[in-house]
């Protein structure tokens, strides 16, 4: 894992010197990312400039270096990320006839060797990993830029003036003299509405995110390349065709055989992600999918495994007991940290500089607390991401179900009416009268917050369509452009609400929008940020792309059967855990927020929601929000959600101004 930076900037007057400074000192705001090693390329005539920072996964010693040239000297790497088949990759070439003689065995290696026999479209399809990366073609003259299939792996890009600027951080396209760095409004209306800012959006004008699955290429024709003009990305993979031909080609066999072929393909996941020339790990929350991940890693493994879990004291936010239970059943070597309040909330301040644009997610704080422990023994450690995607695991795909079976069957001025009726009672009420039911009810029907979410069906009650209430339902602030001075609300390309968004039915579209849209946006990055912070590699044996091609042919019981999420995955965990070991409410990984917003964060949140200054700084209405920020602090509403997206971009802009 590591990061790069650079820019092709064809009218500088730098000299090479002035390049190389330039891009090592982009790169250097990335030495989280790459702690191990350095290195730049340049090319003063064309003011193309590549930097790398390097954190030492395979192959440790200097024959590793990046920006790397290819032996035939046609292309130079700089590249974030890991090839897991890499070594199956250098067989094939073999075989192929290419004569290699290896400096080591890095995979970034392998991937120039790929690159320069098959073609770049021939080396990504077939690579199997995480990765982004830019290469640049000597003999073509022109610029690529790469992402993995999932996302797993940043990369930013745009023009700032005559400058074109990419890099795995904004902190490093910050670096460069050409940088300007206006605010996007739109950007801050879609974080309002998503507690992240989407792809291919960031947070500043004119710089953008990378879709998962693309690649770019500015082309330098006789006048250079031309400035001001983003190249298009062209999809080289995309989650959307994988689910299309799933669909056509659904898997014949039965429940068994198919939780056969699952634990096959996990197995294969897993043992080539296990590769490393480092110590590795894996953080344990004591769920589904983690748990599943563990059990594969132990059975093939031949030392206990490393594993890793926080918790806390209050009580709805702790799975460290649960995580202790499944570590021992299966015997690996586990480590625990039961963080205070005061240890959590300390890192807050560190958050604005770790995410780099506002990022409002807010189990990106105990991410960050169990990465730097699992960094204090491991380099590299395994997660149970994109399982909920793939499977169909998160409760909010049987509300969704559950809510618009009932809307559907109701006129739409009825469903206003009893929506009024249901907010009328205040979300207080609602959360004692279900705590003198919760005892009666079954344990996978029990559910947190009660009275927060009978609000917020309330809210989607008034949906038109399957696809809008998804949206209402994954959206915070339902209006965000009412907020945002000058503020537009556009909706992203993975959440347009088309015909063909239901065209195999409302959980299908939920899944494969969040695979598009909260996978990458939200997940990936809030681990990928956290981890690396700490210089700490992740990786995610579920987004193996044959998985999910695999996944997508499956029948939708074998995912939301018997009113539970994930029934074929539960079958692969159930052969190597007890069931009644795993039978329990899903708890997500998230702090008590709410209550402290009302209790030691209130001063740092009144500070930042200052009427004043929020009018003074002119991207806000400071209006609703203080209305809001009452009414939390009343208990009237629980609203830490949509004051936690707030607050993110308030201290966010406070380290803008600070630099």
Not at 519 to 532: G, Q, S
Request: aromatic share 10%.
């Amino acid at each position: 894992m590591c990061g790069f930076a650079g820019f092709l900037w064809p009218r500088h007057d730098l000299g090479a010197g002035g390049l190389t400074d330039t891009v090592e000192r982009m790169a250097a705001q990335l030495s989280h990312r790459g702690p191990d090693d350095a290195g730049s390329w340049v090319d003063e005539h064309l003011g193309l400039a590549l930097g790398h920072r390097r954190l030492a996964i395979l192959e440790l010693s200097p024959a590793g270096h990046q920006p790397m040239a290819s032996d035939c000297s046609r292309f130079v790497l700089a590249y974030n990320g890991e090839i897991y088949n890499h070594l199956e990759m250098r067989a094939e070439l073999a075989a192929a006839g290419l004569e290699s003689t290896w400096r080591g065995h890095s995979d970034t290696e392998t991937l120039l060797a790929a690159i320069s026999h098959w073609g770049l479209p021939g080396a990504l399809a077939r690579a199997v990993g995480m990765f982004a990366f830019a290469l640049w073609d000597r003999e073509q003259r022109c610029l690529h830029l790469v992402r993995d299939r999932f996302g797993e792996k940043p990369l930013y890009y745009g023009w700032q003036g005559r400058a074109f600027l990419f890099g795995s951080e904004l902190k490093a396209l910050v670096a460069h003299p050409a940088w300007q760095g206006k605010v996007d409004r739109e950007a801050l209306s879609l974080l309002l509405r998503h507690n992240q800012v989407p792809g291919p959006f960031s947070i500043y004008q004119d710089i953008g995110k990378l879709p998962p699955g693309c690649l770019v290429t500015l082309e330098w024709g006789e006048a250079g390349p031309p400035s001001g003009q983003l190249p298009v990305p062209q999809a080289y993979w995309s989650a959307d065709a994988a689910a299309e031909l799933g669909h056509a080609q659904p898997f014949g066999g039965d429940e068994s055989e198919a939780a056969d072929e699952l634990e096959r393909l996990l197995r294969r996941s897993v043992r080539g992600q296990m590769l490393a020339d480092v110590p590795l790990g894996a953080f344990l929350s004591g769920g589904i999918d983690s748990s599943t991940i563990v059990a594969l890693m132990q059975a093939q493994s031949e030392r206990p495994v490393r594993t890793y879990t926080i918790g806390f004291h209050e009580p709805g936010y702790d799975e460290a007991e649960h995580a202790r239970v499944v570590a021992k059943r299966l015997g690996t070597e586990h480590t625990e940290w039961y963080v205070t309040a005061r240890e959590a909330m300390a890192v807050i301040p560190e958050l604005p500089s770790i995410y780099d644009e506002p990022f409002a997610d807010s189990s990106q704080i105990p991410t960050l607390m169990i990465s730097r422990l699992a960094r204090q023994q491991v380099t590299v450690a395994l997660s149970g991401d994109g399982g909920d995607e793939l499977f169909g695991g998160y409760e909010r795909y049987f509300w969704g179900l559950r809510l618009w079976s009932r809307c559907a069957a109701i006129p739409r001025f009825a469903r206003q009416g009893l929506s009024r009726s249901a907010k009328a009672i205040p979300q207080q009420t609602w959360d004692r009268a279900y705590a003198l039911m919760e005892p009666l009810l079954p344990t996978s029907r029990r559910f947190a917050r009660p009275g927060y979410k009978i609000h917020r069906a309330a809210d989607l009650a008034l949906a038109a369509s399957p696809a809008e209430l998804y949206r209402d339902l994954i959206s915070h602030w339902k209006d965000p452009a009412s907020l945002v001075i000058g503020g537009r609300d556009p909706i992203t390309e993975w959440a347009k609400l088309d015909a063909s968004a239901c065209r195999w039915g409302m959980a299908d579209m939920m899944m494969l929008q969040d695979t598009q849209g909260y996978l990458p946006d939200d997940i990936l990055v809030k681990v990928d940020r956290a981890a690396m912070s700490a210089g700490l590699e992740t990786r995610a044996p579920f987004l193996d792309h044959r998985l999910m091609e695999f996944a997508w042919r499956l029948p939708l019981s074998m995912k939301l059967g018997g009113g539970t999420g994930k029934r074929i995955l539960r079958q692969v965990l159930y052969r190597h855990l007890p069931r009644e070991l795993m039978e329990r409410p899903k708890m997500g990984f998230g702090v008590p927020l709410g209550a402290w917003l009302r209790g030691p964060l209130r001063d740092w949140a009144e500070y930042l929601l200052d009427p004043v200054r929020i009018g003074q700084q002119g991207y806000l209405r400071p209006e609703p929000i203080r209305a809001l920020w009452q009414a939390h602090l009343n208990g009237q509403t629980e609203a830490h959600y949509y004051l936690w997206d707030v607050l993110m971009f308030q201290a966010w802009l406070e380290r803008q101004y600070a630099n």
